[in-house]
T-cell receptor, first 112, second 113 residues
């Protein structure tokens, strides 16, 4: 069973702080990694994609990938109350072509 | 505007009934997917289709059926054989090539009465 693990939280940070969300995966051959944001009662929204080791920055979001450690993370700088949501990590495993495996999500609350 | 639509937004079903959830996309994507989400859990793959007239079972296909007669449409039928169908159903699409970025529709919340 190819697995994606996330801390379920909830994670609370004060407004303006850095939120750090973590994800580990079991399939060493995985190639593509995604972070989705899901507001309560809504569908997931793709916010970051990363495919090679290192950091990828997009505005206040930074995705970090370490394939040797099978670890991907999402940093949210200058957290805002509007960032309060569940963040889902998704991995495209090797050999599964177009399937994604999702973690159970981390619930983030940004306190004003 | 390009996007994915799902209907209905809310659906109520009596036990023993089959229901069909609609998913339409105008993104010109070849691949389409159905996921199920239960409270506090991640997404689990039900069925997926990479081209018209072809589809494959995902991790939890039992009690569900799909068709893919048109590129734009991928309806999901929840049959009476599905023992616990109350859940949030999400449809997604992606290109067949590239890095498999999947984009989601707004979802259908199904409740069995």
């Amino acid at each position: 069973q190819k697995e994606v693990e996330q801390n379920s939280g909830p994670l609370s940070v004060p407004e303006g702080a850095i939120a750090s969300l973590n994800c580990t995966y079991s399939d060493r051959g995985s190639q593509s990694f995604f972070w989705y944001r899901q507001y309560s009662g809504k569908s997931p929204e793709l916010i970051m994609s990363i495919y090679s080791n290192g950091d990828k920055e997009d505005g206040r979001f930074t995705a970090q990938l370490n394939k040797a450690s099978q670890y991907v993370s999402l940093l949210i700088r200058d957290s805002q109350p509007s960032d309060s949501a569940t963040y889902l990590c998704a991995v495209s495993p090797s050999g599964s072509a177009r399937q994604l495996t999702f973690g159970s999500g981390t619930q983030l609350t940004v306190l004003p | 505007d390009g996007g994915i639509t799902q209907s209905p937004k809310y659906l109520f079903r009596k036990e023993g009934q089959n229901v069909t959830l609609s998913c339409e996309q105008n993104l010109n994507h070849d691949a389409m997917y159905w996921y199920r989400q239960d409270p506090g859990q991640g997404l689990r793959l039900i069925y997926y289709s990479q081209i018209v007239n072809d589809f494959q079972k995902g991790d939890i296909a039992e009690g569900y059926s799909v068709s893919r007669e048109k590129k734009e449409s991928f309806p999901l039928t929840v049959t009476s054989a599905q023992k616990n169908p109350t859940a949030f159903y999400l449809c997604a699409s992606s290109t067949r090539t590239g890095n498999n970025e999947q984009f989601f529709g707004p979802g259908t919340r199904l409740t069995v009465l």
